[in-house]
């Protein structure tokens, strides 16, 4: 077999080199394999969420009858549904909206107030509001929008 058995040790060392070697390619394969479908499966993903954001606004009769009814918002029937679309209830919305008026801020920062756990008491005294006042406008609001809406 082997005449000179000082040069054994360095065989089997070149040969365990060359089985770790040829399993870290394998595994080395596997992962870009790994990476190549996770990009595709990102790329998917983000294109299904360009699809979502595409679809069409559909305006609730609600939003529409607040648009047309309260004039001095000066806020699109698109807008309000937009708002409306944060998840919130038709009170709700025309709370956020009458606080962002009156504080000259946008809605978006008074609906990430809400969803932070803020309530709308809380809300109004932050910037000085008598939340009474906001809820009594609310009210008359809502009883006009859903006469207005009736006819």
Not at 42 to 54: A, P, S
Request: charged share 35%; with cysteine; hydrophobic share 30%.
């Amino acid at each position: 077999m082997l005449k000179n058995k000082k040069h054994l040790p360095c065989i089997i060392l070149i040969a365990l080199l060359l089985c770790i070697t040829a399993h870290a390619n394998t595994d080395s394969s596997r992962i870009d394999k790994f990476e190549n479908e996770l990009k595709e499966q990102q790329k998917e993903y983000r294109e299904g969420k360009k699809e979502e954001k595409e679809k069409p606004l559909t305006i609730e009769p609600f939003c529409r009858n607040l648009s047309q009814n309260v004039t001095w918002w000066q806020m699109t029937a698109e807008e309000i549904q937009k708002i409306k679309n944060n998840g919130l209830g038709h009170s709700e919305l025309i709370k956020v909206i009458l606080i962002s008026k009156k504080i000259e801020k946008s809605p978006d920062e008074i609906v990430k107030k809400r969803n932070r756990g803020d309530t709308f008491l809380k809300i109004s005294e932050r910037y000085g509001l008598d939340y009474g006042q906001i809820k009594n406008e609310t009210k008359k609001i809502m009883a006009e929008v859903k006469t207005y809406g009736t006819k």
